[in-house]
């Protein structure tokens, strides 16, 4: 579990997350949703130590990130799995080895060991054979397969996606949340990830943390959205006329 205490984080005297906390489950897909410029981004990189907060606390299960050493943190960053918007492949490598990529800098496995790793992943994500080709030659949803295979790589105990979907046809975001799902299950991971892809809550957001302006407003289930009487949440959710519908609809059976 991943815990995060009342934590603060100003840029220049502006202050852009106030006094949140909130518990991001294992084995769950946990989403942090809000409008743009809302802290979710600020947030995430907080938790996995790309921002330093100014007050608060992230704690690991029950390992106090904030408090400690550079070197545990470091063990913790091998725990960690990220799959960063727009996929973040290395251009110049091929599939293989992009996916093998973190196994080289972090692991200590042999050759073979690696390329069977590498060779499971991509299995893992429907991409058995694709191992020499480059990211140019792939779809956006392909793409983003190779980026969980990489992000999966050294079997992480976390996993932070930034909009995950971003770019990608409504078909085939759906198959990367599903993807993202699964391997949540699979693995037991605590994955948390940023969106405001309403299809992503509704469809995979078993906990979903709402920040407004800095502050966690709200949170809950994807059934529990649907009922809300938060205004916040319900003028970001209900932007969407169809999702209006949606809610209305839901209320009416009366469930
Ligand atoms: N390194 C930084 N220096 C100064 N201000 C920053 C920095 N990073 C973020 N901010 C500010 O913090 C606020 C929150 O930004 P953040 O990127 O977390 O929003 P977001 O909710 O992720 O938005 P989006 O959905 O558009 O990605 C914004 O006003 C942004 O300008």
Not at 4 to 12: L, P, Q, R, T
Request: net charge neutral.
């Amino acid at each position: 579990m991943i815990e995060v205490k009342n934590v603060y984080k100003s840029f220049d005297g502006v202050e852009v997350l106030k006094n949140v906390s909130a518990r991001f489950e294992p084995g769950k897909v946990n989403l942090i949703i809000g409008r743009s410029g809302s802290g979710k981004t600020v947030l995430l990189k907080s938790i996995v130590g790309l921002h330093e907060v100014d007050k608060g606390e992230i704690i690991y299960d029950g390992r106090s990130f904030t408090n400690m050493s550079e070197k545990d943190r470091k063990q913790i960053r091998k725990e960690i799995g990220m799959l960063f918007q727009g996929s973040a492949l290395f251009d110049s490598k091929t599939v293989e080895e992009n996916v093998r990529f973190p196994l080289d800098v972090f692991s200590d496995l042999s050759v073979a060991e690696k390329k069977e790793r590498t060779n499971f992943c991509l299995k893992r994500v429907n991409l058995e054979n694709a191992n020499n080709l480059y990211p140019s030659e792939l779809s956006g949803g392909m793409q983003k397969r190779v980026a969980i295979a990489r992000a999966i790589s050294l079997n992480p105990k976390y996993l932070f996606c930034d909009e995950p979907n971003s770019g990608l046809d409504p078909k085939t975001a759906i198959v990367i949340d599903e993807l993202i799902y699964e391997i949540t299950k699979e693995y037991n991971m605590t994955t948390i990830i940023n969106t405001h892809d309403m299809n992503s809550v509704m469809g995979i957001g078993e906990k979903i943390i709402f920040i407004s302006e800095g502050q966690k407003v709200w949170e809950g289930s994807n059934n529990e959205i649907l009922i809300s009487d938060n205004k916040q949440l319900n003028d970001f959710i209900y932007a969407s006329k169809f999702l209006k519908q949606v809610r209305e609809g839901f209320l009416k059976k009366g469930i």
